[in-house]
């Protein structure tokens, strides 16, 4: 098979590098070694950017996201059991969407479908294996089986949008990691109950964060600071309440309501640079992770592939490498901004063991600056609406 761009991977950064690329004009195919049942139902991020709700608007894809995403124009942060509201959008002018990922999946994957096959080959297929990459410094060939049959793609660019544990980011030589492993992770549980809240509370509590979220009015999305190697057999849904009413302390507000999904994400920060080699471009969590106290991971990659897609565009409307040539360079400067947010947010909410005293009390201060002083307020604000887009 030959395409223009061959794209590894369908999670968001993938389905929107395709869809922006149909948009284009430029012919694509993504290969995803999971279901289209399994990357529809992967529970993950919930909050999107203003930028990337606009990203998605201008790209088509967001009817549904504008008629049942919940805009939000505040935060909570808690801490010695009293909250203090963040006022985004006073402090910004902008606001966030609570809209699941999962969602923007299913948006993308409906949208390159409903596109149809261009040339010889269907825009996306699942359920692939065996994927390598070859060759990315002169003639770009992807390899693969699918439905017991090897096969070949030959293309211009391969977009390395494989995730964290993919393949295309260790086919880069003489990579620069920067990286730090928290000790600790987030136990995640969705309910059939109402948000305790309108709006998000991020809770800083002596056994540990804690983190109300939403999908719907219906749907309550609660994080739980945890070891990063919990049991969840230790914890049956009555210890999930009781934990999530002592660190919220919200009281009667809390609702409890039957518990259909549970899962421990482990927290990091990653980096790798550079995010290119020759014709293989990586974007998104195949370059760069981040905890997600700060709810950037998919506002980054969403960001990744502005970059990227305008790049292309250039490249083949008229032959200039300029854009792909910095492609690295411009999505770096927005991605450290990113890492140094989500680290920041993670050491002021978390409690690290060991910690003394001192630390504590450092940690408190901390929040209550950021909660009383509008410079400290508009500084966390901005970041978390998201920063300027750098193209
Ligand atoms: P993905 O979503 O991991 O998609 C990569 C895809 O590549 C496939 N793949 C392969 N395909 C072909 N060949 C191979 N060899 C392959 N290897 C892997 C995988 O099956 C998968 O389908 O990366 P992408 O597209 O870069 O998207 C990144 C986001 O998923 C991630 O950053 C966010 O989920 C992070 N995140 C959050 N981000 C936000 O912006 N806001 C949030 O509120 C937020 N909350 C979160 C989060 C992540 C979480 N977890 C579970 C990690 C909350 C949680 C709990
Ligand atoms: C979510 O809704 O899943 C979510 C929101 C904000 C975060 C992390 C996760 O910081």
């Known amino acids: 098979m030959r395409t ?23 012919d694509s195919i993504v290969l995803e070694t999971r279901s289209r049942d399994y990357v529809e139902s992967r ?12 990203t998605l608007t201008e790209a088509g ?12 124009h505040g935060i909570e942060l808690r801490f010695d059991g009293v909250g203090h509201r963040i006022p985004l959008t006073d402090l910004t002018g902008k606001v966030v969407t609570i809209y699941g990922q999962q969602e923007v999946v299913k948006d993308l994957i409906a949208a390159r479908i409903a596109a149809g096959a261009r040339r010889d080959h269907a825009p996306i297929l699942f359920d692939v294996e065996d994927v390598a990459v070859h060759d990315v410094t002169g003639s770009p060939r992807i390899t693969f089986r699918h439905e017991g049959r090897e096969q070949v793609v030959e293309c211009d660019v391969i977009g390395g949008c494989d ?36 709006e998000l509370i991020y809770a800083r509590h002596a056994d540990g964060f804690a983190l109300a979220t939403m999908r719907s009015n219906t749907v309550s999305r609660l994080y739980l600071q945890c070891a990063p190697d919990e ?17 919220l302390g919200c009281g009667d507000e809390l609702e409890e309501g039957k ?71 411009i999505c770096l400067r927005r991605i450290w901004k990113g890492q140094r947010f989500s680290w920041w947010m993670t050491s002021m909410l978390h409690r690290f063991d060991g910690d003394d ?35």
């Not at 223009?4 to 430029?26: F, M, N, T």
């Open 43 to 54: 529970v993950r991020a919930g909050l999107l950017e203003q930028g990337s709700v606009e």
């Open 4 to 26: 223009q761009v061959g794209i590894i991977g369908a999670g968001p950064s993938g389905l929107l590098l395709s869809h922006l690329l149909h948009l284009a004009g430029i």
């Open 259 to 329: 518990i259909f999904q549970k899962g421990v994400t482990p927290m990091r920060s990653f980096v790798c640079e550079t995010m290119r080699h020759g014709r293989l471009f990586l974007a998104g969590d195949a370059a760069h992770i981040v905890p997600p106290t700060g709810a950037k991971g998919m506002n980054l990659a969403i960001a990744d592939i502005r970059v990227l897609a305008r790049g292309l565009e250039r490249f083949y409307a008229r032959g200039e490498t300029d854009l792909l040539d910095r492609y690295a360079e």
């Open 61 to 72: 894809v967001a009817d549904r996201l504008h008629r049942e995403g919940l805009v939000h």
């Open 163 to 198: 995730g964290f544990h993919g393949i295309c980011r260790p086919a880069i030589p003489d990579l620069a990691i920067y990286e730090r492993v928290y000790p600790f992770a987030w136990l995640g549980i969705l309910s059939h109950s109402r948000p305790v809240s309108e």
């Open 231 to 247: 049991d969840l057999s230790l914890w049956p849904d009555a210890r999930i309440w009781e934990e999530l009413h002592r660190r």
């Open 357 to 391: 005293p001192f630390e504590h009390r450092v940690q408190v201060a901390e929040l209550d600056y950021v909660s009383t002083s509008r410079a400290a307020m508009t500084t966390l604000a901005e970041n978390y609406v998201g920063l300027p887009f750098e193209v």
